[in-house]
């Protein structure tokens, strides 16, 4: 005990042989990690209570009945607090919306992937660039140069199949969890 | 602040404690006797006024914070009692309101000062770079106070501002859940956003204390960019630059009153007076005036994360300025070839906010393209350059030689008082 209060230099702090000098340098560096591993974990509950808390992930999933919406028309139902899109596709939509090169695509995916039924294209309204909620359900709404949607924000163009044409948004409009519960009913989440 | 001579007070309780707790001493020699140059101008008042609006802010907003509900179902009619039936609610609104944008006009012509009489170059760059911090957390403050109203323009704001994050990859989409408290930005982040929005202009105080402490180590630069040379150079901060910053004060609070008064909305957006629908985006979303320039550029990149970070870049480029700038020269009045790069950059600053505000398409992109391309050429390319090829003009010996047109020797000595610390 008597070694480690000897000043450092003398009691050669930094030589390999100094036992006084090492023991020193572990209990220092044992308290440096104990100390940033104590504060990192009493800086975690500080962190993690800003993130959605257990209300707020509760949220119970939602049944919707498409059978109102005609073909050519557009509903939007709020989920998790966020507008979701639900087109019932025409005929012309759903063959533009096939008929095209994926090469072409900025996120590539083909129609058949996005949807559960040809007829119904269900996506999440939230453009993928900013979080804006783009244009496009209403037939009197800009429907951009693709035919589906139109960001006003920051001018992102989707197709009918949701998918990124034009525009700044770096990716196809978001799929919710969704499932078919009948002809004409759906589950989401 | 090295240790200095008490000072000998008439009043024997301030003597006392001033003994125990020189504060009395540290006033008298940071606000009295502490030299200026004596040839700075009116552009050197904006660091005091500056500082006013940040009480101002502080003071308003702590009478509003005690009338505001930060609750999404409350929060919007509570602005709105705020206006219409709190006594002199409207005053303190609109006060806080226009103060903000006040508070950015004192701030960038602060700025535009210091990089116009190169004050931020040694020995003044950890002045500088305070500086720039305090910008920084001045934006964040504003951001969270406008969308404290709960309107379209605030939830929409909220909205593009927090999704800036989402560009980062991997950490992106966790750390935007982690902002919004949910899926979508609603009452935790709104709770949130009042929470800091009250912490952080204290936090600005800190930091107005550090950057003051900092500028009183070196002392004041001057339009002229040399240093002082003695007590001929310079007068005693009171009365010379109290009474100079004061009539400053007084007629930027006349503008501001002007606005208050006769045109609270002006600087303001009709949209926010709509109260907050996560279904509706407004058909063009603009943030606040002094976020323009920045916004023009996030828009201007054709790419979700290269916007994020010209625009993040842009700000983090200020902080550099001491090390891009080369020249040893600090005042533009001997710069000539920068001199008028100078006022080009400022020049495309405006263009820059004005393409900020028009809808992103035609040649308002172009333009944004163009004005950021520059702004980032200015800095990262010009100042460099500049600094080896450019030749400046003669420097005057001293300040009180240019100042006083040579016989300043005798003159000067009948003003200024002598420095304690020659």
């Known amino acids: 005990m008597a070694q480690t209060t000897h000043p450092p230099g003398t009691g050669g702090h930094a030589a390999s042989g100094g036992e006084g000098g090492s023991r020193r340098d572990f ?163 | 602040m090295a240790q200095v001579q008490a000072t000998k007070f008439k009043n024997p309780v301030v003597n006392w404690i001033d003994s125990r707790l020189p504060i009395f001493t540290m006033l008298d020699h940071e606000y009295n006797h502490y030299p200026m140059p004596r040839n ?44 219409r039936d709190v006594n002199y609610g409207w005053l303190l609104r609109y006060v806080h309101a226009n103060g903000a944008s006040m508070f950015f006009i004192a701030v960038y012509i602060h700025m535009f000062r210091g990089m116009y009489y190169g004050s931020y170059k040694a020995p003044r760059e ?26 379209q323009m605030s ?3 909220a909205t593009v501002i927090t999704n800036l994050f989402s560009a980062f990859p991997i950490v992106g989409d966790p750390i935007v859940t982690l902002l919004w408290g949910g899926f979508s930005v609603d009452n935790p982040t709104l709770n949130r956003f009042f929470a800091l929005h009250f912490l952080l202009p204290f936090v600005l105080l800190g930091l107005v204390i550090l950057h003051t402490a900092a500028l009183h180590v070196c002392g004041s630069n001057n339009p002229l960019g040399i240093e002082p040379k003695g007590p001929q150079d310079t007068v005693p901060f009171n009365p010379y630059v109290t009474v100079k910053d004061g009539f400053a004060v007084v007629i930027f609070m006349i503008i501001y009153a002007v606005f208050v008064f006769f045109m609270p909305n002006y600087m303001g957006h009709p949209d926010n007076y709509i109260p907050a629908n996560p279904l509706v985006t407004p ?24 916007g994020v970070l010209a625009m993040f870049g842009s700000i983090a480029l200020l902080a550099f300025l001491p090390w891009l700038d080369r020249s040893k020269i600090r005042s533009c009045k001997f710069r000539p070839i920068y001199r008028q790069f100078f006022w080009i950059l400022a020049i495309d600053a405006l263009i820059l906010g004005y393409a900020g505000a028009m809808p992103a398409e035609g040649s308002w992109l172009l333009i944004a393209r163009i004005g950021t391309a520059y702004y980032f050429f200015h800095f990262l390319i010009l100042l460099p350059l500049l600094g080896k090829l450019e030749r400046p003009s003669q420097l005057p010996n001293s300040i009180s030689e240019s100042v006083l047109k040579g016989g300043g020797g005798i003159a000067a000595g009948a003003h200024a008082k002598p420095m304690e610390k020659a």
């Not at chain 1, 639900?86 to 695509?105: G, M, P, Q, Y």
């Not at chain 1, 309204?125 to 804006?132: E, S």
């Not at chain 1, 693709?146 to 989707?158: A, N, T, V």
């Not at chain 2, 700075?40 to 505001?68: C, D, E, K, S």
């Open chain 2, 126 to 151: 950890i002045l500088w770079i305070l500086g720039v911090i305090i910008f920084l957390v001045m934006m964040g403050t504003a951001f969270m106070g406008y969308v404290l109203p709960w309107g």
């Open chain 1, 27 to 189: 209990l220092y560096l044992a308290t440096g990690a104990v100390g940033v591993v104590g504060a990192a974990s009493a800086a975690w509950p500080f962190i993690d209570s800003l993130n959605p808390a257990a209300d707020t992930l509760a949220l119970a999933s939602i049944d919707v009945d498409l059978a109102p919406v005609a073909v050519g028309q557009a509903i939007t139902v709020t989920w998790r607090g966020k507008p979701v899109f639900v087109r019932h596709r025409t005929a012309e939509e759903i063959e533009s919306a096939k008929d095209v090169n994926l090469n072409d695509l900025r996120d590539p995916v083909a129609d058949d992937a996005r949807v559960k039924k040809p007829e119904w294209l269900i996506v999440i309204g939230i453009c993928t660039h900013l979080g804006c909620v783009p244009l496009g359900q209403k037939v009197t709404d800009p429907r951009g140069d693709y035919g589906g949607w139109f960001c006003p924000c920051h001018g992102s163009h989707y197709d009918t199949a949701g998918r990124i044409r034009k525009g700044p948004a770096p990716a196809n409009l978001v799929l919710p969890t969704y499932a078919f519960t009948g002809d004409t009913k759906i589950r989401l989440g």
């Open chain 2, 155 to 157: 939830f929409w704001g």
């Open chain 2, 283 to 306: 058909a063009h979303i603009v943030p606040e005036w002094y976020f323009l320039p920045f916004y023009a550029m996030l828009r201007a990149i054709p790419d979700k994360l290269g």
């Open chain 2, 40 to 83: 700075v101008n009116y552009l050197w008042a904006f660091g005091a006024i500056a500082g006013i609006m940040l009480v101002i802010m502080i003071a308003t907003g702590l009478f509003l914070a005690m009338q505001y509900s930060s609750h999404t179902s409350l929060a919007f009619n509570s602005v709105e009692r705020i206006m």
